[in-house]
């Protein structure tokens, strides 16, 4: 699909499509993770204490949301988030939410707990940018966020496992999707 240069044009993305798109990629990546470990549960399991992990993930989501709220000051990180406005049109905050939960729990499944082990961080966190590429030359810097955020989700994958990156992933979403999906009171 082509995204068109005005964001005001930008044909909205039905939440339904979305989380087919992401139910593909959790089962691509429990099957991988069945096929290299045996169990899928094996590559999803934390490292060090659940809790501890949990709360840094939490920690990392707050801060990497913040730091994406701040890029809306930035002309590109303005231009982006009109176009994100587009793509999720008339999406409720219920319909922001699942595919937020959605979104987190299987591109960490995927990129972090079944790719990052056997390709290293820094090439799952590029594949995890070009996830992020749309077409359209405006939204250049959503790759570029994505890859530090990828970085970023990475680490707490080393560190902490799979939980702290999804639970840090789904935070991120979560907040923006809330975001963008807010009406001002006007529109309500």
């Known amino acids: 699909m082509t995204v068109?240069?005005?964001?005001?044009?930008?044909?909205?993305?039905p939440p339904g499509r979305i989380a087919h798109q992401e139910g593909i990629l959790a089962v691509v990546a429990l099957v991988g993770l069945g096929i290299r470990d045996g169990s899928p549960l094996a590559g999803l399991a934390p490292r060090g204490q659940l809790l501890a992990g949990l709360g840094a993930g939490s920690g990392a989501g707050l801060l990497l949301a913040l730091a994406g709220i701040g890029l809306s000051w930035l002309p590109a990180g303005r231009r982006l988030e009109g176009i994100q406005r587009g793509l999720l049109g008339t999406w409720t905050g219920v319909d922001g939410a699942a595919i937020a939960v959605l979104s987190g729990l299987a591109e960490e499944a995927l990129v972090r707990a079944l790719l990052q082990p056997m390709i290293g961080l820094v090439p799952a966190a590029v594949l995890f940018a070009l996830l992020h590429v749309i077409p359209d030359r405006g939204a250049w810097l959503w790759p570029v966020t994505a890859l530090v955020f990828g970085l970023v989700l990475g680490a707490l994958f080393a560190r902490w496992g799979y939980p702290a990156a999804a639970t840090a992933h789904i935070l991120v979403n979560l907040i923006g999707f809330l975001r963008l999906t807010r009406r001002p009171a006007t529109e309500a």
């Open 4 to 13: 068109p240069e005005d964001p005001a044009t930008t044909p909205e993305l």
